[in-house]
């Protein structure tokens, strides 16, 4: 079962290590941490993509909220968030291909960030599961490099 | 004002009487400060043990147990202290020192990331970096360590910040104002009707209580609760004590080291209350024998020991003191389970555990245990260390109206001497003994020097076997007798070693007669060592 967990959290030094250590101590899984600050100085939030079977989950939550820094956990399936994840991929172009893969961005509407006459960067902003799709379409081309936030979510306003 | 004299005044705040600790460079200016103040210093032997004494101050006085050391080999010589304290939420503030600030992440010498090191081991942990935040943390450490689930709470402090020049006028902080820690203590209401409705329709209903239940205070609540409905109690092993040891609704204590009577019972059970106990797997071997057919009723002040282990039918957060209270309020008439009892009482004699009938030259050691327990006063503290010693300790000890200690959760040896020298200082009046082996004492002799230089008097007993004999046990059986790292040859003369630190010395063996040479030991209120010589083949479980 994947779940997010929307993590309010002090803004202090060593808070993300000691959320993290939680998660290698307990032995649950992280399939990604995003970190930010809030409109509150003060405060960070985490968005942090786990997965277990109900009693690990029902476990991280508490965990997460015996730690003194954190302020509030709120978990939830990701059918009830809005969950988005950055991804800029960087791949080889020739002459040949270069239209597929301009047309493929425009499928999946990713913009082209950067480019040489070999190479371009391509930034796409979607959820995990079309960003997989995506590479998948590149698969064809040769991808250089890769790099991803993970993602970040809210919950949707009609569950607020 | 000085950054050290701003931790002393606040120490002073919050009652501290005594501080546990050792001393170097960069802790030295917090030494030097303390010495204008009527807060006591006991010099260790090695810092480990400075936790231990703090803790079984700690678990005696009720308050909080302090210990300070210096930074790098001090602080980490520490963590096991602090961990053993965190595996049974004993309520700890532990100061460091800490390298200059501009210094720390050099690799300069004594220098340890110790805030890093013990992060799974402490409730909460600061670096401080700064001199105008000293009173607002050592305020939210108290705090933090003394409510909720208790813990210790690590404060490491530059050598520059205790120097540091402290502006501006002092106050110690009134309240606490914390966003993100707010225990519950208080039960819901909703829940506590329920189990009270639940104790009514039971018929075989029992109580199994832990360690928390000492931690809370909760000791008079829990036995009245018990009486009043006449509801059987087993222990865990930190639960020990809570139930007088005779008191005729008292099984014993659970678990693959307990009374198989006293886990018959709470698996026979149709409502079980389990109360401030983790459900960890020494106590409960197989969860799913605890809440099979049964209402399993899980009250613990951290939310995440319920259903951490086991899955509750009715989970309860709260003080277990708040939450008993709460029960006898709304407790409206007494229940009976006569039956019940009956049956209990007759599991007891079925399952008791054999003796075999002793001659020789060593002591049979459950009827060394049972005479010694006669022997003691009725409130007297008893310190159990770690191995075969605190098996027996645990099965043939009858606890009174005094306090049973050991490590339970880390179970760490070493702990009984320091614990007890802790548990004598917070109070002088208790007759306190520690019970140990050959091994762990050779762990933590070195204390004897503290004991004489303080003028702790606590009695110890050695139970000698030239064996680690809880794994000489593990390996009789797991490897049919190949022993591995567990013959102690090599071990000292103990008479020479009580008269080397001034000790009352006395040896038991078999044909003596024991409760003579155990009434002689406990006449007086010095301190004393006493050898017993135990089978080496000795077992636990046979």
């Known amino acids: 079962m994947r779940r997010i967990y929307s993590v309010l959290v002090e803004n202090r030094a060593g808070v993300l290590s000691k959320v993290a250590g939680l998660f290698a101590r307990r032995n649950f899984n992280i399939d990604s941490l995003v970190v930010g600050e809030t409109a509150d100085k003060s405060v960070s939030a985490m968005t942090i993509v786990s997965s277990g079977d109900e009693r690990t989950i029902e476990q991280i939550e508490k965990q997460l909220n015996k730690k003194i820094d954190v302020i509030k956990v709120k978990t939830f399936k990701e059918s009830m968030s809005i969950n988005r994840e950055l991804m800029l991929i960087k791949v080889k172009y020739n002459k040949e291909n270069r239209r597929d893969i301009m047309e493929n961005c425009e499928i999946m509407q990713a913009q082209i960030v950067d480019m040489s006459k070999n190479m371009m960067m391509i930034q796409i902003c979607d959820t995990s599961e079309r960003i997989e799709l995506f590479i998948e379409m590149l698969k064809s081309v040769s991808i250089v490099e890769i790099a991803r936030t993970g993602t970040v979510a809210l919950t949707k306003c009609r569950e607020q | ?542």
Not at chain 2, 26 to 38: E, G, M, Q, R, S
Not at chain 2, 82 to 103: E, F, H, K
Not at chain 2, 252 to 272: C, I, K
Not at chain 2, 497 to 506: S, V
């Open chain 2, 1 to 542: 004002m000085i950054g050290a004299e701003v931790i002393v005044k606040c120490l002073e705040k919050e009652n501290v009487k005594v501080i546990f600790g050792y001393s170097g460079v960069a802790i030295d200016p917090f030494w030097n400060k303390i010495l204008d103040t009527d807060i006591k210093r006991v010099l260790v032997r090695t810092e480990q043990n400075a936790a231990h004494l703090a803790s079984g101050y700690a678990r005696i006085s009720g308050g909080v147990g302090v210990c300070a050391v210096t930074s790098g080999p001090g602080a980490t010589n520490l963590i096991t202290g602090i961990a053993t304290a965190y595996a049974d939420s004993i309520p700890l503030v532990a100061i460091t020192g800490q390298v200059n600030s501009d210094m720390i992440g050099s690799d300069v010498f004594q220098e340890a990331d110790i805030t890093g090191a013990v992060e799974s081991f402490v409730k909460y942990s600061y670096l401080v970096r700064d001199v105008a935040d000293l009173p607002r943390i050592i305020k939210e450490a108290f705090y933090i360590a003394s409510t909720g689930r208790r813990g210790p709470v690590l404060i490491d402090i530059p050598f520059d910040i205790q120097n540091a020049e402290f502006s501006g006028k002092f106050s110690y902080p009134e309240s606490i104002s914390m966003r993100s820690y707010k225990p519950t203590v208080k039960g819901n209401i909703v829940q506590i009707k329920k189990v009270i409705k639940e104790v009514e329709h039971a018929k075989r209903p029992i109580i199994c209580v832990g360690g928390g239940v000492h931690l809370s205070g909760a000791t008079k609540e829990i036995r009245k609760f018990a009486e009043l409905n006449s509801v059987p109690v087993v222990s865990t092993m930190m639960g020990i004590g809570v139930m007088p040891s005779e008191h005729p609704l008292y099984f014993g204590m659970v678990g693959n080291n307990g009374q198989p009577f006293a886990n018959r019972a709470m698996n026979e059970s149709d409502l079980l209350l389990m109360v401030g106990a983790r459900v960890a797997d020494r106590a409960v071997n197989r969860p799913d024998l605890i809440t099979e057919n049964k209402v399993m009723v899980h009250i613990d002040v951290d939310p995440a020991e319920i259903g951490k282990n086991v899955g509750p039918t009715i989970p309860l957060v709260g003080d277990i003191k708040n939450i008993f209270q709460d029960f006898l309020e709304q407790d409206d008439y007494a229940d009976d389970h006569s039956d019940w009892l009956d049956t209990l009482n007759g599991y007891r004699k079925e399952m008791a555990s054999l003796r075999k009938p002793y001659v020789g030259e060593f002591v049979e050691p459950k009827d060394f245990i049972t005479k010694l327990s006669d022997v003691l006063r009725d409130d007297a503290i008893y310190v159990a260390d770690v191995g075969q010693n605190q098996m027996w300790s645990c099965a043939y000890h009858k606890v009174k109206n005094g306090r049973f200690l050991t490590s339970g959760g880390m179970g760490t040896m070493g702990y009984s001497i320091p614990a007890a020298m802790g548990a004598k200082l917070a109070d002088k009046s208790k007759q306190v003994v520690a019970v140990i082996g050959d091994g762990a004492f050779q762990m933590s002799m070195m204390e004897l020097a503290t004991m004489r230089q303080y003028g702790i008097n606590i009695k110890i007993i050695v139970m000698k076997n030239g064996f680690l004999g809880m794994v000489r046990e593990h390996q009789h059986y797991a490897y049919e007798d190949h022993y591995s790292m567990v013959e102690l040859k090599g071990d000292p003369d103990l008479s020479l070693i009580a008269a080397a630190y001034g000790m009352e010395y006395m040896k038991v063996d078999g044909k003596c007669d024991i409760s003579a040479k155990l009434s002689e030991f406990f006449a007086d209120d010095k301190s004393g060592l006493m050898e017993v010589t135990v089978d080496p083949m000795e077992l636990v479980k046979y």
